[in-house]
């Protein structure tokens, strides 16, 4: 069975504290700001990040509301510019609209295209089919909508009901999408507290208790997640901002570890998205479709950043709340 766990360590090394607090408008609850920078990154990182060129965003339109695809698509277009060839295969195994995404990638790379042709393509294919779910217009789109119709058109693994008293398998079918909905779990984060991270909450959910019997010897039946292929994203959207994001994720497919590096996070609030880009060496890159356009913003290193700083984005006095987080195999 394949197997979720934490590897390597998010704590910092010193802690800021700021007594502060900051109105926070997506949920009209007041939050503690949280950033602190401590110890620059190695002279190995440094000379990494001189030697590559700026990561890249896509531009708002203001005619036609763009901010949810603007934020989605910068993070994966940040991993497609890593390996260009690469992830172009890959973003075609997950779905037609990944292959379409990348297609658009490389017509900006051949000089025959830009970034917003890229995400107007794929969005007017998307709204052709759904149109009432994606309008066009100064409209709001709906975040998880979009994940569903780019990642949710193949499974990557299956699920197993299983009396663990006798061994009887009831039902084996098709599960383990490469989009997830972490939900809040107050059980889990009493037990791990402070520590509570993702990593626990996926552990969680490969082995959970049914409802079911098992027609043998009438035990509960358990159902086993257990993907059997790896896939080259994992896009999880967010619904519980007390969780703290891996760094990295690892799970065991046939017995070999796949490992997944965090690479967006994608925040909501006053009816927008903005994104932050996680590169390969843990540069952080904040994009702001409005505010930056094509530009992003330099902030620092991934690895001296507080374990909760990604958890919220304050820009301005304004503060929004992590709406999903993109890991991306590194293998």
């Not at 990557?156 to 383990?176: L, P, Q």
């Not at 519980?240 to 891996?246: A, F, Q, R």
Request: charged share 25%; glycine share 6%; proline share 5%.
């Amino acid at each position: 069975m394949g197997r979720w766990g934490l590897v390597g360590a998010d704590k910092p090394k010193e802690t800021r504290k700021k007594k502060e607090d900051i109105p926070s408008n997506a949920t009209g609850r007041k939050r503690k700001q949280s950033t602190g920078d401590v110890d620059d990154p190695s002279p190995v990182k440094r000379l990494k990040t001189l030697n590559k060129p700026p990561p890249k965003g896509i531009a708002w339109d203001a005619d036609n509301y763009s901010c949810a695809y603007d934020a989605l698509f910068t993070c994966l277009l940040n991993i497609w510019l890593d390996h260009d060839s690469l992830w172009t295969v890959r973003f075609g195994t997950v779905g037609i609209r990944m292959k379409r995404l990348a297609e658009g990638f490389t017509k900006i790379t051949n000089k025959t295209g830009t970034l917003e042709n890229a995400r107007d393509q794929v969005r007017h294919e998307i709204t052709a089919v759904y149109p009432d779910q994606f309008p066009v217009g100064p409209e709001f789109t709906v975040l998880d909508n979009l994940t569903q119709v780019m990642f949710k058109e193949k499974f990557w693994g299956t699920r197993t009901s299983k009396c663990t008293k006798c061994g009887h398998i009831a039902h084996v079918e098709a599960d383990f999408l490469c989009t997830k909905e972490l939900v809040k779990d107050e059980l889990l984060q009493s037990r791990y507290k402070s520590d509570y991270s993702l990593s626990h909450w996926l552990m969680s959910g490969k082995i959970a208790a049914t409802k079911s019997f098992c027609h043998n010897c009438h035990s509960h039946l358990t159902d086993f997640v257990t993907p059997t292929e790896a896939p080259p994203i994992l896009y999880f959207n967010v619904h519980d901002n007390n969780i703290k994001l891996d760094h990295e994720l690892r799970v065991t497919v046939k017995g070999v570890p796949i490992t997944y590096m965090l690479r967006g996070v994608i925040y909501s609030g006053g009816n927008h998205f903005t994104c932050r880009v996680v590169r390969e060496s843990g540069e952080i890159w904040y994009h702001d479709g409005i505010v930056t356009g094509a530009k992003l913003l330099s902030e620092g290193n991934l690895h001296s950043k507080l374990p909760k700083f990604l958890n919220t984005c304050i820009k301005d006095d304004y503060c929004r709340l992590v709406a999903a987080a993109i890991y991306a195999c590194s293998a």
